[in-house]
């Protein structure tokens, strides 16, 4: 007796985001922490670009700063208690 194959459910595509930056890495900086907290979960892990927009020169550049705000203790690395 053969058992049924059930097909899988397909992803919704996220929507395609403008860059916030503009593909522009210049205007990341360390030192705008409200900035950075919106590309951080509360783990403290980056979102994804696809979630955020972010390009990918961008996406590098924003991990880089995230990781200096973390080491100035100007962002924590999660907050959870």
């Known amino acids: ?3 049924k194959r059930t097909k899988k459910k397909k ?3 996220l929507p395609k985001l403008p860059d916030p930056f503009k593909g ?3 205007l990341i900086n360390y ?3 409200y ?3 919106k590309f951080v979960t509360t783990r403290g892990r980056l ?3 696809q979630r955020t927009g972010v390009s990918p020169k961008c ?3 924003l991990a880089v700063e995230v990781k200096k705000a973390r080491f100035m203790a100007l962002l924590p690395y999660n907050e959870l208690i």
């Open 1 to 3: 007796m053969a058992l």
């Open 11 to 13: 992803m919704k595509a």
């Open 24 to 26: 522009n890495p210049e």
């Open 31 to 33: 030192k705008d922490v």
């Open 35 to 37: 900035k950075l907290k």
């Open 47 to 49: 979102l994804h670009p």
């Open 59 to 61: 996406q590098r550049k």
